[in-house]
């Protein structure tokens, strides 16, 4: 089974930065792709950026290209999301996944574990 733990949420200032981290199983780290997604109230839950097992592939939303960094560092078994320049609009839940699917995977339905999420707020 697959655990997936986010952490590193929370409140920062428009123009700010957080990190979130995903701790996962070594075995989870180097077979699954990974994935942040996040999710606005009264909105669907939407992609945010992925990771190739290899670590050699990333993709993002074109919303957070330039501002956002996904990357995994193997040894502690753990992915991050640094995320900069925040917009009050990249306030959500923000959701770690995992997927066995391989590429750019963006959708929601090609990811079989999921985190029980982290809080970010960006006030203006």
């Known amino acids: 089974q697959v655990q997936l733990v986010e952490s590193g949420g929370g409140l920062v200032q428009a123009g700010g930065s957080l990190r979130l981290s995903c701790a996962a199983s070594?075995?989870?780290?180097?077979?699954?792709?990974l994935g942040w997604f996040r999710q606005a109230p009264g909105k669907e839950r939407e992609f945010v950026a992925c990771?190739?097992?290899?670590?050699?592939?990333?993709y993002y939303t074109d919303s957070v290209k330039g501002r956002f960094t996904i990357s995994k560092d193997n040894a502690k078994n753990t992915v991050y999301l640094q995320m900069n320049s925040l917009k009050p609009e990249d306030t959500a839940v923000y959701y770690c996944?995992?997927?066995?699917?391989?590429?750019?995977?963006?959708?929601?339905?090609?990811?079989?574990?999921w985190g029980q999420g982290t809080q970010v707020t960006v006030s203006s």
């Open positions: 070594k075995r989870t780290i180097n077979s699954y792709t």
């Open positions: 990771i190739s097992w290899g670590g050699g592939s990333t």
């Open positions: 996944a995992a997927s066995r699917a391989l590429g750019a995977v963006v959708s929601t339905q090609q990811y079989d574990s």
